[in-house]
């Protein structure tokens, strides 16, 4: 067993990770596994979000990820050992009505992590993509909104969620079995992910219906 240490850090200042990192390794030494979960969400408009916004959310979801990757990886090379795990989302897959900067940071978490896997195959060092559906977290509670401020509204569908707890034990089962890829998520959104790779124009037609939907009943 190792008596646990903690480093506290910024995920959205790209300086601060890549002192953690520094101080992570000068304690430990090296990391065996990497699990890449802090996240923001958003609620908004397209129209309505200022570019900040977007930029905030990109620097604590894929950005403050990656930048903590790359600064760990040479040492899981040198070793040639190691295991990175990313926590994405159903929305890293398909993108769901006014939630544009939340879905654009988890695709671009897919595609970074999709390469690196690729590429460190050959260090013998393993990449797990893990995409879970609703969690029962305070995720839509903090998430921001088109003018930058708090949410702060438990989402039905999140407070439905899965437990913690047992997408935890699917991310540990992952790790286990080496698995490059875990969907985490009820019929529903599986269905949609592979709606939207199969039958793209039935789900461009049911998301903007839903957006019909959404935008009546907050208008109402």
Do not use: W
């Given at each position: 067993?190792?008596k646990?240490?903690?480093?506290?850090?910024?995920?959205?200042?790209?300086?601060?990770?890549?002192?953690?990192?520094?101080?992570?390794?000068k304690?430990?030494g090296?990391?065996?596994?990497?699990?890449?979960n802090?996240?923001?969400?958003?609620?908004?408009?397209?129209?309505?979000?200022?570019?900040d916004?977007d930029?905030?959310?990109?620097?604590?979801?894929?950005?403050?990820?990656?930048?903590?990757?790359?600064?760990?990886?040479?040492?899981?090379?040198?070793?040639r050992q190691?295991?990175?795990?990313?926590?994405?989302?159903?929305?890293?897959?398909?993108?769901?009505?006014?939630?544009?900067?939340?879905?654009a940071?988890?695709?671009?978490?897919?595609?970074?992590?999709?390469?690196?896997?690729?590429?460190v195959?050959?260090?013998?060092?393993?990449?797990?993509?893990?995409?879970?559906?609703?969690?029962?977290t305070?995720?839509?509670?903090?998430?921001?909104?088109?003018?930058?401020?708090?949410?702060?509204?438990?989402?039905?569908?999140?407070?439905?969620?899965q437990?913690?707890?047992?997408?935890?034990?699917?991310?540990?089962n992952?790790?286990?079995?080496?698995?490059?890829?875990?969907?985490?998520?009820?019929?529903t959104?599986?269905?949609?992910?592979?709606?939207?790779?199969?039958?793209?124009?039935?789900?461009?037609?049911?998301?903007?219906?839903?957006?019909?939907?959404?935008?009546?009943?907050?208008?109402?």
């Open positions: 067993t190792h646990p240490h903690t480093v506290v850090f910024d995920l959205s200042d790209t300086k601060t990770v890549l002192n953690a990192a520094e101080e992570i390794l304690y430990l090296h990391v065996d596994i990497l699990i890449n802090a996240g923001i969400s958003f609620r908004g408009t397209i129209v309505d979000t200022g570019l916004v930029k905030k959310v990109m620097e604590t979801n894929y950005f403050g990820p990656i930048a903590l990757t790359k600064a760990l990886l040479p040492s899981m090379i040198k070793r190691g295991h990175i795990v990313a926590i994405s989302s159903v929305q890293g897959k398909i993108s769901i009505p006014f939630r544009s900067a939340y879905a940071s988890k695709h671009a978490t897919q595609a970074f992590f999709d390469c690196l896997r690729a590429e195959e050959q260090y013998d060092i393993d990449v797990t993509v893990v995409s879970p559906g609703y969690i029962q305070n995720l839509s509670l903090n998430a921001v909104t088109a003018d930058g401020s708090r949410y702060g509204v438990m989402d039905k569908n999140t407070a439905e969620g437990t913690a707890t047992e997408v935890a034990q699917v991310v540990l992952a790790v286990g079995q080496k698995k490059k890829e875990v969907l985490v998520a009820g019929l959104p599986s269905l949609a992910v592979y709606l939207r790779n199969l039958f793209p124009r039935l789900f461009f037609t049911l998301m903007a219906t839903r957006a019909k939907k959404e935008r009546k009943a907050k208008d109402s």
